[in-house]
T-cell receptor, first 112, second 110 residues
């Protein structure tokens, strides 16, 4: 099976802009989770989607949002970008149990 | 809120020695505890996991132990090799989310 894929891999934006990141899960996986990874804060949970429904979300401002499509592909959007949003954004997919998660390569976002 | 504490933040061992990384979680409803290895510039990779109904699990040189009463779990790597050098993350799962520890940078000296 093909692994989790994320696009784009690298992105440079300026403050105030918005960005949309995409994640394609492993075939058959219906759960997609998103994480922000920074050197100072480690891996922080953003939100989890299962069958197009958000089941849980982390402690991030409303500028961070996501959605999942009927084919399980997921997108996350960050509006009004801030310098502090510069990070590696990772998605992970898993089967119905949401437990064993497999990570994608990540999208590295730089906000200038 | 839920929290996972991980220690130590850095660990340097001689090749062939053992390495132990410890984590403590706060949410008593946590029922699944994976460990991930992340090499520089790469994605986290699952190396071993344990569920709340099991106390210990071993896979070749890697073992994980879980103490539900103390809300504590540990990763043990025996006969360490230079290729074990990486950042290791523990995590605890409940309510459809994984909470990660802050990571341990393991350096195995040849």
């Amino acid at each position: 099976k093909a692994g989790v894929t994320q696009t784009p891999r690298y992105l440079i934006k300026t403050r105030g802009q918005q960005v949309t990141l995409s994640c394609s899960p492993i075939s058959g996986h219906r759960s997609v989770s998103w994480y922000q990874q920074t050197p100072g804060q480690g891996l922080q949970f953003l939100f989890e989607y299962f069958s197009e429904t958000q089941r849980n979300k982390g402690n991030f401002p409303g500028r961070f949002s996501g959605r999942q499509f009927s084919n399980s592909r997921s997108e996350m959007n960050v509006s009004t970008l801030e310098l502090g949003d510069s990070a590696l954004y990772l998605c992970a997919s898993s089967g119905d149990t949401q437990e064993t998660q497999y990570f994608g390569p990540g999208t590295r976002l730089l906000v200038l | 809120g839920e929290n996972v504490e991980q220690h130590p933040s850095t660990l340097s061992v001689q090749e062939g020695d053992s390495a132990v990384i410890k984590c403590t979680y706060s949410d008593s409803a946590s029922n699944y505890f994976p460990w991930y290895k992340q090499e520089l510039g790469k994605r986290p990779q699952l190396i071993i996991d344990i569920r709340s109904n099991v106390g210990e699990k071993k896979d070749q040189r890697i073992a994980v132990t879980l103490n539900k009463t103390a809300k504590h779990f540990s990763l043990h790597i025996t006969e360490t090799q230079p290729e074990d050098s990486a950042v290791y993350f523990c995590a605890a799962s409940s309510s459809y989310k994984l909470i990660f520890g802050s990571g341990t940078r393991l350096l195995v000296r040849p």
